[in-house]
């Protein structure tokens, strides 16, 4: 086996490179050789893994030190300064998307934009759901050498608003550290909001010897609707009235999340007014018994074409209604 590379020689920075450096070094390295544009390059994906070992040490500040100081020799197998024992390799992952194109550009942004970093760490993966199965993949390297439970991931899911409100289930694929595929359904509770999450136990990263699996939190990513709008437990929409329906009353058909309901138009009704439909909002998660309420703004559909008997019939209208 060959020496191995200096890691600030590998990603091409100084010794005194500050923290915004050894990042923007690595995603330039990473954005470069990552498996998902280099398919089928064994050399890009060997720089690939050097740069995210080199970024796994040089971006802790513990471990930076312990290399600055030992070099290498820090990491390998025996080595043990005041009661330190790490391998970098140990907590080396791999994330690869299937199917469609990626944006490095949004992967990257998304791996630096939250907790963690790529290469070590806890990290954040986002894949969208649509109405299909999910692709998650993940590969692992080895734990250390002492016990320990294993790192928390946490992914995002899509789902639409009225799945959100209405609860629905979900089936993700996932790689397991031996390389076998699983498939995974997942409940996503009715009422969940944006940004909410859905935690799996035991489905993080392996637990280092033996010790207890992390966790897989689902951050939910709820879709806007063209039709709802939520805020809090209500729900918001609008329906159209006829202009006779509202000088004369009647009624319209609102589409809510549990179904059709006909609501009465008082006699002059003005557009912008709310009708309240009680219990036709957002379920609580907490008490599925407990719903909030949906409210209909009323909009004034005026005619935009007449003929000439109704253009004369309206006129006599706005006549008679000058001199009530």
Do not use: W
Not at 88 to 105: I, K, S, T
Not at 185 to 213: F, T, W, Y
Request: proline share 3%.
């Amino acid at each position: 086996m060959g020496r191995k590379k200096d890691y600030y020689e590998v990603l091409g920075i100084d010794k005194n490179a500050d923290e915004a450096a050894v990042k923007k070094a690595y995603r330039k390295l990473a954005k470069k050789y990552h498996p998902d544009t280099n398919r089928n390059n064994p050399q890009a994906e060997e720089k690939f893994k050097e740069a995210t070992e080199a970024y796994n040490v040089l971006s802790d500040k513990e471990k930076r030190k312990l290399y600055d100081r030992f070099g290498h020799a820090a990491f390998e197998d025996g080595f043990n300064a005041s009661g330190f024992n790490e391998n970098p390799r140990g907590n080396y992952q791999e994330f690869h998307f299937n199917g469609a194109d990626v944006d490095l550009d949004d992967l990257f942004s998304n791996i630096f934009g939250h907790k963690g970093s790529f290469g070590g760490g806890h990290f954040e993966n986002h894949f969208g759901s649509g109405f299909g199965q999910e692709d998650f993949y993940g590969s692992y390297g080895t734990g250390n050498a002492f016990q320990g439970k294993g790192q928390d991931m946490t992914a995002e899911v899509e789902v639409g608003f009225e799945e959100a409100a209405l609860g629905c289930d979900k089936v993700i694929r996932f790689q397991n550290p031996d390389g076998t595929l699983q498939s995974l359904e997942v409940h996503i509770p009715a009422g969940i909001d944006d940004g909410q999450k859905v935690r799996l136990k035991g489905r993080g990263m392996p637990g280092r010897n033996g010790g207890e699996a992390g966790n897989l939190f689902l951050e939910v990513k709820v879709r806007k609707s063209k039709y709802y709008e939520r805020k809090g437990m209500d729900v918001y929409t609008t329906v159209d009235v006829p202009f006779i329906t509202a000088v004369l009353g009647g009624e319209v058909i609102v589409n809510t999340l549990y179904g059709k309901v006909s609501c009465k138009i008082k006699e002059g009704t003005q557009s912008g007014t709310q009708i309240r439909l009680r219990g036709k909002g957002i379920v609580s998660m907490k008490n599925p018994a407990v719903k909030g309420d949906h409210y209909v703004t009323v909009q004034i559909q005026v005619p935009r074409h007449l003929n000439p008997e109704a253009k004369r019939k309206l006129k006599e209208f706005a006549d008679a209604a000058k001199a009530a």
